[in-house]
């Protein structure tokens, strides 16, 4: 039987962190509940809309003009929504597949009076009075479209603007949170429209568009097919201005394999960039990324909150391929019942430590004497920090049992670490 010894790294990872949450659902868009067949079939992507929520494409009264369009590769060709030909032009969404397209400003000429588009979303919660927020998203002028404006921005409520009437006309009175005073012309690069708040404790919704009637907009007219102000918007984030950067827990692989890093939970339109460590070459962004490693390798994530910088790193270890200790000893682990609704049995590492972390990296479960000694509240004769467990832990025929009731439903990691300091991280599902 494996004896239990206490790694420094392993009381460091016990200790609770605070990681970067984006509070918007579907930020990137990629989730769908179908393809979007034409224009205006905003509510196809989960979670959103427009301010007229009351109409869909096909309703009983006449057509609003206010619907924003879904966009998505997985619409055919003819349809004007897929990418990378449609009837905005010839952009690839900021990440993915998916974004939206709206008509920001309008002259009045392509519908016989001005219509503007609004897109609309639902926060994951209600935002916390006096917490500062920064909001990011990125933004492309579609090259098919006339106009380029400023003044682009982005409102937070409780979700008070008109839904029923009007919907078209510019929301002038409605003051937008978040700002962008530049005309945005650009029809080939991204550009990052970021801006912070403090909340007053009612916001629970986001809403993007122009907010400002047309004699205070500024612009600047091209010669192109549609006569309005279109643009493409892809990563929408509300995230804590006090957050910080999170790569997650160090993943263990096999040589050939691929993994995924950083946040878990709505990792999408995150102001995050990727690099490996040492390097000045991002190579991917957003808040999770996928990974395949030839060898080990260290990677950074970085992230700009309204011009706060954090860092974080994390470790993806690759097996070699061949026979292996550490392959070996992943072999003689087995963990079940997977998923769970209590009780969890890990066979082939009795009397090893064993931590459970969520899928943000925050500890939620230690088990054995030493795992989560010397943070703070824990002594060694198992008091628990608030928020953890140190109990529960059953050893019979090298057999561990624990019980795991205790966390909410949900995907976890389970990491143990041998006396050697090998560890060993299974994904579980507690239900």
């Not at 494409?57 to 349809?79: E, F, K, Q, V």
């Not at 603007?161 to 949170?177: L, M, N, W």
Request: net charge negative; hydrophobic share 35%; with cysteine.
């Amino acid at each position: 039987m494996r004896k239990i010894i206490v790694f420094i790294s392993l009381l460091f990872n016990c200790l609770p962190m605070r990681g970067q949450l984006n509070l918007v659902r579907n930020p990137g868009f990629e989730i769908f509940t179908y393809c979007p067949p034409a224009n205006d079939f905003v509510s196809s992507a989960t979670g959103w809309n427009g301010i007229d929520s009351n109409w869909i494409p096909g309703g009983s009264y006449p057509h609003p003009y206010c619907l924003p369009d879904y966009i998505n590769n997985c619409a055919i060709t003819t349809s004007g929504v897929s990418f990378p030909i449609g009837w905005y032009g010839f952009q690839n969404p900021h990440k993915g597949n998916g974004m939206m397209q709206c008509r920001i400003y309008d002259d009045g000429s392509t519908v016989g009076f001005i219509g503007f588009d609004y897109l609309q979303g639902r926060l994951v919660q209600t935002l916390v009075s006096g917490q500062s927020y920064c909001v990011t998203f990125y933004i492309v002028r579609a090259n098919t479209c006339d106009y380029a404006v400023n003044n682009i921005g982005a409102y937070l409520d409780g979700g008070f603007i008109d839904t029923t009437s009007h919907c078209y006309a510019p929301q002038t009175e409605y003051t937008p949170q978040i700002v962008e005073t530049a005309i945005i012309s650009d029809t080939l690069n991204w550009t990052k429209i970021q801006g912070s708040f403090v909340a007053n404790g009612t916001e629970k919704f986001i809403t993007i568009g122009e907010f400002f009637d047309t004699a205070h907009i500024a612009k600047i007219r091209f010669a192109a097919t549609y006569r309005s102000g279109g643009y493409l918007i892809d990563d929408v984030s509300v995230i804590a201005s006090d957050a910080l950067a999170t790569a997650g827990p160090d993943e263990w692989m096999g040589a050939g394999d691929s993994t995924y890093i950083g946040v878990d939970s709505n990792g999408d339109g995150m102001p995050c960039y990727w690099y490996v460590l040492g390097s000045s070459t991002p190579i991917d962004s957003g808040g999770r990324i996928k990974v395949r490693p030839p060898v080990t390798t260290s990677y950074e994530v970085v992230m700009d909150l309204c011009g706060t910088i954090t860092r974080d790193t994390v470790v993806v270890h690759v097996w070699p391929l061949g026979v292996n200790k550490v392959r070996g000893e992943a072999s003689e682990m087995r963990l079940y019942p997977n998923p769970t609704t209590g009780n969890l049995t890990i066979e082939g590492a009795a009397g090893c430590s064993v931590v459970i972390y969520d899928m943000v990296g925050r500890v939620q479960n230690c088990y054995g004497m030493y795992s989560c000694l010397g943070s703070a509240g824990l002594t060694m004769t198992g008091l628990p920090l608030t928020g953890l467990t140190m109990t529960g832990q059953t050893i019979t025929n090298n057999k561990q049992v624990l019980d795991i009731s205790n966390l909410q439903t949900g995907i976890y990691i389970v990491e143990v670490v041998y006396e050697d300091g090998e560890r060993i991280r299974r994904r579980v599902v507690k239900e």
